[in-house]
């Protein structure tokens, strides 16, 4: 059973978050917004050494120890594919970066201005200055970002790059068309996010192509030669049966999935002020640091 404050959060999330994307007109408005990321809090800055650039036309923000770090994590941030950087995705870079961890945040251009097209070219070019500095990367994305962290992931086995050392998703959207059985009953339970509002914005995001080209749909990708994957994700949260197609996928075909499913979390639960995500987020940051901090 959850705790009070998952099912607190919950009910927050259905009165407020989940009529801006409940239907493909509230979408449609929705990618109309201006953007509006949010920056590195005072806080981060006063712990950690908080350092901006621009590539291929994109800011990428680097949050890092003062002590130094000997890993990176190429962090990409959810929001549907039309909304920044939140406060919350802030939080758990912070604690990465108390891990020990340097962690690069790109701002990569949002729909219906950007597209994916212009995510892999710049995420592509980041990946690959940061290996080549660090060498010990993992991929990692919540949401939307964890979607296009293992897109990412998978393109990088056509390339000379080599794979990171982890692929950490918490909650990915792994088919942008949402067309397994199983998401009829997910959405059902979920409060926070919809099909049809995600579909409007996965359409936006492709820009006139497939939607279940690998890289908008990761789910469809190829799994042998990956890095080692672990998802986090929660019972209440509409994508939850492509995390668990994922898993089948991977047992059928000998590839290296991990599924931790929380019963009761809703949608990027170790994002949320809850116990479920105070254990989640613990979690994460462990893997990623590769330690049991």
């Excluded at 758990?92 to 970066?97: E, K, N, S, Y």
């Excluded at 201005?113 to 200055?129: N, P």
């Excluded at 359409?203 to 030669?225: C, I, K, Q, Y």
Aim: glycine residues 10%; positive net charge; hydrophobic residues 45%.
């Amino acid at each position: 059973m959850s705790s009070v404050r998952m099912r607190a959060v919950a009910a927050y999330l259905r009165l407020t978050a989940k009529p801006r994307m409940a239907t493909a007109g509230a979408a449609r408005r929705r990618l109309a917004e201006p953007k509006r990321p949010a920056p590195p809090p005072a806080r981060l800055r006063r712990r950690h050494e908080v350092a901006a650039r621009r590539v291929e036309g994109f800011e990428v923000t680097t949050v890092a120890p003062r002590g130094g770090a000997s890993r990176a994590v190429l962090y990409l941030h959810g929001g549907a594919y039309v909304a920044g950087v939140a406060p919350q995705h802030w939080t758990l870079v912070g604690r990465l970066a108390d891990a020990g961890v340097r962690v690069v945040v790109p701002d990569y251009g949002l729909a219906p201005q950007c597209t994916y097209r212009d995510a892999y070219r710049l995420l592509t070019a980041v990946y690959g200055d940061l290996h080549r500095e660090v060498g010990d990367v993992v991929l990692a994305g919540d949401s939307a970002g964890g979607g296009l962290a293992l897109g990412l992931a998978q393109t990088l086995l056509d390339t000379d790059l080599p794979q990171p050392r982890l692929i950490a998703l918490v909650a990915p959207w792994l088919d942008l068309t949402l067309t397994d059985p199983g998401v009829p009953a997910a959405e059902a339970r979920d409060p926070w996010l919809s099909r049809a509002g995600l579909v409007e914005a996965g359409r936006a995001w492709a820009g006139g192509d497939d939607p279940t080209d690998m890289r908008l749909s990761p789910v469809n990708g190829p799994l042998a030669g990956l890095a080692p994957v672990h998802v986090w994700v929660g019972t209440r949260d509409l994508l939850l049966p492509d995390a668990l197609r994922l898993r089948n996928r991977a047992a059928a075909e000998d590839a290296h999935v991990e599924v931790t499913v929380v019963e009761g979390a809703v949608h990027v639960y170790p994002l949320t002020p809850t116990p479920e995500g105070r254990t989640g987020a613990r979690e994460v940051v462990a893997a990623i640091a590769g330690s049991d901090r």
